[in-house]
């Protein structure tokens, strides 16, 4: 019985650790190697864990949201059409072979798809917004009662937009009484998008990381076996085509279908082995994680670029609190506005920091943070039957991607703060920034 019961416990072990290990995460599902292009996958309520109920005698009364767009068409037509240039070239040439061939007329058939649309929402965006709102409306009714005001606001650009038509359109069907505003305005840029707050040296910050991310790929990503499939002539292909290139291409076309209804005939992974399409993943992962996170490679600075986002959060729910007033605050954006929001947040582990680039795959995967339609939800909770709301009493907890997930400081019980703590918590941060806007 012994030997029966230590063989169970060792089995547990080896499913808990393959559930844990990223290699096995990405080839078992490819999907998840498309990094920030990963379509958001929980579709249904099956893949979303369950909540933990309210505290006794506390009901939730609003909800301060920042949400991405939902999958999308490739935002640099470059991409598309670069690997087709490529191979062009080798047909031209003579040296293209009919598997080269066979990719040829695939891009082809996605570069003529994607015309005009570059960076547009694709349809299963719409989608995932839709399913989004309506988990939203049923998770917590008491926020969506009546008529409940409803304010969502976008950046100006038209994915965003239209990921916020989406989910206020859905939470319209379920209750036509609510009282829904919508905007998008360069007047809410400053904290609704990076690029235009406070942090002017942002952008400079990120292509000072750019070597270490272009000498990763140069070090480790080795196209050789990619290539041969295509052509006639290795020797002619190292030296007339841009193998690295044609590689990383052909792979962000290949994570981007997901997003797509139309293209589930055309599977771009097959021409992948695991290692490459782990390596990839790996290495893209490394991209978002020293351009956007807590990473020591960009000062540890990238989290505070959206200080301004989580002032307003802050000023929105305070004001909430004091009307009493029930409803939600609902903001929609971009990845590069979430990931370092969840990383001044210090949502569960997105904080992570490390120096050691080769081993951040092992604690930090991009595609459980920033999938497309990511999001990040703050419930806010008052005693049954208040109106006038007093902050000590008000809890909060934070649904990440729909997961209940650990802030700073200690719980009241399971995932509920007390937002009174939280909120000295984050503003002794914030007060804590030193003037980035002057070199």
């Known amino acids: 019985m012994k030997h029966i019961t230590l063989f169970i416990i060792a089995i547990a072990a080896c499913l808990a650790l393959n559930a844990t290990n990223p290699r096995k995460q990405v080839i078992s599902n490819f999907d998840r190697s498309a990094s920030n292009h990963y379509a958001y996958p929980y579709g249904t309520d099956v893949d979303v864990p369950d909540l933990t109920a309210a505290p006794a005698g506390y009901e939730p009364f609003h909800i301060d949201h920042y949400g991405r767009h939902g999958s999308r068409w490739l935002t640099n037509g470059k991409v598309y059409e670069g690997p087709i240039k490529q191979l062009n070239k080798a047909k031209e040439a003579g040296m293209l072979n009919l598997q080269g061939d066979l990719l040829l007329r695939q891009l082809t058939r996605v570069n003529e798809a994607s015309r005009e649309r570059v960076g547009d929402l694709s349809d299963e965006g719409a989608v995932q917004h839709q399913i989004i709102a309506e988990r939203m409306y049923r998770n917590f009714p008491e926020v969506f009662s009546g008529d409940a005001r409803v304010d969502a ?3 100006v650009i038209i994915r965003c937009i239209l990921s916020m038509q989406n989910e206020t359109m859905r939470l319209r069907s379920l209750n036509p009484a609510l009282r829904i505003t919508t905007d998008a305005s360069y007047h809410d840029m400053y904290y609704m998008g990076w690029g235009y707050g406070e942090d002017t040296l942002a952008n400079d910050l990120r292509k000072s990381v750019d070597p270490i991310s272009n000498g990763m790929y140069d070090k480790y990503l080795h196209p050789e076996r990619f290539i041969a499939q295509f052509v006639n002539d290795t020797v002619w292909a190292a030296q007339n085509l841009d193998a690295k290139q044609l590689m990383r291409d052909v792979f ?5 279908l997901q997003g797509h209804d139309s293209f589930e005939n055309i599977n771009l992974y097959h021409y992948f082995n695991n290692s490459e399409i782990f390596e990839l993943w790996r290495l893209k992962n490394i991209y978002w994680y020293i351009h956007w996170a807590n990473a020591p490679q960009n ?13 307003d959060m802050i000023e929105k729910s305070d004001a909430a609190i004091a009307t009493g007033e029930h409803g939600a605050n609902l903001r929609f954006g971009h990845e590069t506005c979430v990931l370092p929001l969840a990383c001044l947040l210090e949502i569960d582990n997105v904080n992570y920091s490390c120096d050691d680039l080769n081993t951040l795959h092992e604690n930090w995967q991009d595609y459980n943070i920033i999938p497309k339609a990511c999001n990040i939800q703050m419930v806010f909770y008052r005693p049954v039957g208040t109106v006038g709301n007093k902050a000590e009493d008000v809890l909060v907890k934070v649904l990440f991607n729909e997961h209940e997930a650990t802030l700073p400081g200690t719980p009241v019980t399971g995932p509920y703060y007390r937002w009174s703590d939280l909120k ?7 007060s804590t920034v030193i003037d980035w806007s002057v070199k």
């Open 153 to 155: 606001r976008s950046t």
């Open 252 to 256: 962000d076309i290949a994570g981007s």
């Open 299 to 311: 000062g540890n600075r990238m989290p505070f670029i959206e200080r301004a986002l989580l002032r």
């Open 424 to 430: 000295q918590y984050y503003e002794k941060k914030l």
